[in-house]
């Protein structure tokens, strides 16, 4: 009868460890596709992502860089300072959106040109991404804004 109990238990302690490993097995490969990192333009020019890859860009959008074309696809240039990549993007443009403003894309970098999937801008006088403001801050371009 004591056999039997370790046995048992024995048993219960295999289900539950395969079981943790499968649980975390299916999270993380649920989750590969949901992280995406974030780069300002100055790490994306000096070693491009692969096409493949999906991640955030954000930083300024250039002064005189809004192009919109026909249709709905924009064009612009985001810059951090120190480097500026082209952006497309094709939809609907944020309200607040606007040059010498911060915003946040979120794409894949190919060809030369940031093909954005979604676009983020600020949404008061006063805020602006902390990555956007690191990135900002690194290239020693980052102005506090005034109150």
């Known amino acids: 009868m004591k056999n039997l109990k370790k046995q048992r238990r ?10 943790l490993v499968v649980a975390t097995a299916l999270i993380g490969y649920a989750m590969r596709d ?3 990192y ?6 994306v020019a000096e070693a491009p992502p ?18 919109r074309g026909q249709g709905e696809t924009v064009r612009f240039a985001v810059t951090d300072g120190g480097a500026t990549v082209q ?5 609907v443009l944020p309200d607040l959106f606007e040059e010498n403003q911060g915003m946040v894309g979120t794409g894949r970098y190919v060809n030369g040109v940031f093909e954005a999937s979604e676009i983020l ?17 690194e290239q020693g371009v980052y102005q506090e804004p005034e109150t």
Do not use: C, W
């Open 10 to 19: 024995i048993q219960v302690i295999a289900v539950a460890a395969v079981a």
């Open 34 to 36: 949901g992280i995406n």
């Open 38 to 43: 974030f780069r300002s333009p100055s790490q």
């Open 50 to 67: 692969k096409p493949s890859e999906v991640f955030r860009i954000g930083g300024l959008v250039e002064e005189g860089s809004l192009l």
């Open 87 to 91: 952006v497309a993007y094709t939809g």
């Open 121 to 137: 801008a600020k949404h008061d006088e006063t805020y602006m991404p902390k990555e956007v403001m690191d990135a900002l801050k």
